[in-house]
């Protein structure tokens, strides 16, 4: 570009022709409303193309491409390959769907893109709403604090954090785990989700710190284990500090009994931390929350907006009760981020920064609050309840179905199950079932994904769809069946 005055001319970001941006974005929001609405019609799930793989490889770009080629590189090479979760017979792991609403939400919080680390501006009292909702909602104290995270894992690390500093008995932040007199344990079932661990580990205290509790035949903690394993390292000297209960396992989304392990907690001292990810959400059934029954008693409660309330990713939710802990762990402030003032956009106390590890933290707010105005939270549990009868109705099929067995109880909204045939032993039988779901997700049928449950390899099939329809599940169940029956005969 040329100078004029041996002054560099002043660029920005901005688009040189605005109309031609508005026009693209409003083809934009066609394609993509266009691509929500006929989602069913397509493959769940297709293998990437070497030809994209190749593309995706491509240098760093140093010129501009404008606006409109890299658009039409998005619907050429991204478009097409998805993930598959936003489909209705998408049932793996635990993922959820996303609504048209709260994509759109995504784009107008990226439009006034707030930084919600701090400062007195309207999208940190629009965060304080949606936490205040999501307490009520859960029947969690209002007095509680909390923020939102980018997931259940990140929920977990917040709480864990705050249990750690606030059981340990001396001054964490500055000491370190080095400074524990004695080794700090930790207590959860075997099924406990792999994010506990990651937590752990992150936070120096090691995950032999950490005790898998046997469970029952219902994958429930065994609580009197949970008690042996607690008196047993007392008495070898260590620091038991904090037990986790589960609301909805990974594997078979079981719940721990809560109100047992709330006693116990008060019992022995300890902080009870909760992972309700998906399973929290059951409180918002009237017909489900008996599930639940203890889980308003816990010390922190981690849980995922992005599964079963069906926002976009990324959204999870970290609950504290009491604030002052919760602050502890958490807040730093050096001169350059004083505030607790009266005047200015530096105003107020309460920034979300001094509860979580973010300092710069974006708007996923928005979509929480639209979400929920949108479609109010008796929508929700009406939705969850339906996931849950899917599920049911899934195991009937199963059940009555010759050469299916179903693999564990289905106390939510998962479903494990496999093909089996007699004349094969458990390897082959392993090794069949795994070729099942291989070709389940090559053919564009359904998702669900797998677990091993007693050395069994299960057909595992999550539910945090508001898409699916109980048809999905007839077409599952048949393609499973034809698919096994097909597998043996080739050989
Ligand atoms: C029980 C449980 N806890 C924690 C997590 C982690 O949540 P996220 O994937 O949102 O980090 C999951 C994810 O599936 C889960 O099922």
Not at 88 to 108: H, Q, S, Y
Not at 115 to 122: F, K, Q, R, S
Not at 175 to 198: C, D, F, N, W
Request: proline share 5%; hydrophobic share 40%; net charge neutral.
């Amino acid at each position: 570009m040329n100078s004029v005055d041996g002054q560099m001319p002043e660029e920005s970001l901005d688009p040189a022709d605005w109309q031609a941006m508005r026009a693209l974005g409003h083809r934009m929001v066609d394609d993509m409303l266009n691509y929500l609405q006929t989602v069913r019609e397509r493959p769940v799930w297709q293998p990437i193309p070497e030809e994209v793989k190749t593309h995706l490889k491509q240098p760093l770009p140093v010129e501009p491409q404008g606006p409109e080629q890299t658009y039409r590189d998005f619907l050429e090479k991204i478009l097409p390959h998805p993930m598959g979760n936003i489909h209705p017979r998408f049932w793996g792991w635990v993922i959820g769907t996303g609504t048209p609403l709260g994509a759109l939400a995504e784009m107008l919080a990226a439009g006034m893109n707030p930084n919600l680390g701090g400062a007195e501006h309207v999208a940190n009292h629009v965060e304080r709403q949606a936490v205040a909702w999501c307490k009520e909602m859960l029947g969690y104290p209002a007095e509680a604090s909390g923020l939102l995270v980018s997931g259940g894992s990140m929920a977990n690390l917040v709480g864990l954090t705050v249990a750690r500093n606030a059981k340990a008995g001396f001054d964490l932040r500055r000491q370190g785990v080095q400074g524990a007199p004695k080794r700090l344990t930790l207590y959860g079932s075997q099924e406990m989700h792999s994010s506990i661990q990651k937590g752990v580990e992150l936070l120096g205290l090691g995950s032999d710190s950490l005790r898998h509790v046997p469970v029952n035949a219902d994958y429930q903690i065994e609580v009197t284990a949970l008690d042996a394993a607690i008196a047993r390292d007392r008495a070898a000297g260590m620091q038991p500090f904090c037990v986790i209960g589960n609301a909805g396992t990974v594997n078979t989304g079981a719940f721990d009994d809560l109100a047992r392990l709330a006693d116990i907690c008060q019992r022995e001292g300890l902080w009870f931390h909760v992972d309700g990810a998906f399973g929290a959400l059951a409180a918002l059934s009237p017909a489900l929350r008996h599930l639940v029954a203890g889980m308003e008693r816990a010390d922190s409660l981690a849980f995922d907006l992005h599964k079963w309330m069906y926002m976009p990713y990324e959204a999870g939710c970290a609950l504290v009760r009491r604030e002052e802990d919760h602050r502890r762990a958490f807040a730093l402030t050096p001169e350059y981020l004083t505030h607790g003032g009266e005047r200015g956009l530096a105003a107020g106390s309460q920034w979300f920064s001094d509860y979580g590890i973010q300092l710069s933290r974006g708007f996923r707010a928005l979509k929480v609050w639209m979400s929920i105005k949108e479609h109010g939270i008796r929508k929700y549990g009406r939705l969850i309840r339906q996931n849950v009868e899917q599920a049911r109705y899934l195991a009937g099929l199963v059940d009555a179905a010759p050469t299916l067995e179903r693999l564990a109880p289905v106390p939510l909204n998962i479903v494990c199950f496999r093909y089996k045939a007699d004349h094969l032993d458990e390897a082959a039988l392993n090794r069949l079932n795994q070729e099942i779901l291989v070709q389940l997700h090559e053919s564009g049928i359904a998702v669900p994904s797998y677990t091993t449950l007693n050395g069994k390899y299960a057909l595992r099939v999550a539910i945090t769809n508001h898409r699916s329809r109980r048809e999905d599940f007839d077409l599952l169940v048949r393609e499973v069946m034809r698919l096994g029956s097909a597998i043996l005969i080739a050989g």
